[in-house]
């Protein structure tokens, strides 16, 4: 599974990538530097309201230190704030940075304002949430290096680790990321392999949370309210599971399985604490 921690090694071997491919590959329309003046980089994340995030902000400022760059860190308010993300990346196009490193927020709309970034001479390396490859051959936006997570067989060690405690019919219900994003779809499709191969679980409900506690609160309220017997929950990330263990704690359901994604600080001590089930 993947954690913010391993998640800031990535983020400086994506500084790595980017430093000798600039000097090696100059773009005649990017902007000239005096010798000696050190990179700018901008990293671009989705939000920092989420710990995982906070841990890779912490892993791009080691390597800013390591590498002698200078680090520009942007965020959106949420992880749905989709256009405010395209207006950053629109933001760093014209401030001239030497590299984009971006987790988008979603998997295809970031894609054109991204290409125009490509066209302007600045390199970019997508991380965390990979860019649609389909669309981005499509629409011209080629060689941007992906660095990631197997998010599918993640998040199937997950979903089948409380599987394999499930011997007597279930229902189970899976709380998703954004829809449109390619790490949520991954995610989603390696908690249904889990699920599908134990005979016992029915399946009853798939719905959206969009990586959130409040919202996965009240997305779990729903569900519970429409069918009390569910007996497992896999969320796609660990807010959503801990807004889903928040609602379980409040209803008083002490039997109820829940899965999550990321192993955030927090979601590690609840779970020491046997608060996932």
């Not at 902007?31 to 671009?44: D, F, N, S, W, Y």
């Not at 939000?47 to 590498?67: D, V």
């Not at 429409?226 to 209803?251: H, R, W």
């Not at 359901?253 to 994604?261: E, F, I, P, W």
Request: charged share 25%; proline share 5%; net charge neutral.
């Amino acid at each position: 599974m993947k954690t913010a921690k391993s998640f800031s090694l990535l983020i400086l071997l994506a500084l790595l990538m980017f430093i000798p491919g600039c000097e090696s590959e100059p773009k005649n329309t990017a902007p000239v530097e005096a010798p000696g003046q050190p990179k700018t980089i901008a990293l671009v994340m989705k939000t920092l309201t989420n710990p995982f995030f906070i841990e890779m902000e912490q892993g791009a400022r080691k390597a800013e230190s390591e590498l002698g760059v200078n680090l520009i860190v942007k965020t959106g308010a949420q992880e749905t704030s989709i256009e405010q993300q395209i207006a950053i990346v629109d933001e760093m196009i014209h401030k001239k940075v030497d590299a984009i490193v971006i987790a988008p927020g979603d998997s295809v709309a970031l894609i054109p304002v991204l290409k125009k970034a490509k066209e302007a001479g600045i390199p970019i390396i997508n991380i965390d949430n990979r860019l649609d490859p389909a669309v981005c051959a499509q629409l011209g936006l080629i060689d941007v290096p992906f660095i990631s997570v197997n998010n599918e067989e993640g998040a199937y060690l997950s979903a089948k680790y409380i599987s394999d405690q499930i011997k007597t019919p279930t229902k189970v219900v899976i709380l998703e990321g954004i829809r449109s994003a390619k790490n949520a779809e991954d995610r989603k499709n390696g908690a249904l392999r889990a699920f599908k191969e134990n005979p016992q679980i029915t399946m009853v409900a798939q719905e959206t949370a969009n990586w959130k506690i409040d919202e996965a609160y009240t997305v779990s309220k729903k569900l519970f309210s429409s069918q009390p017997d569910i007996g497992a929950v896999f969320c796609a990330n660990d807010m959503m599971a801990l807004g889903t263990i928040e609602y379980l704690k409040e209803s008083g359901r002490k039997s109820v399985l829940v899965a999550g994604y990321d192993a955030l600080d927090e979601a590690k001590r609840r779970f020491e604490r046997g608060c996932f089930r």
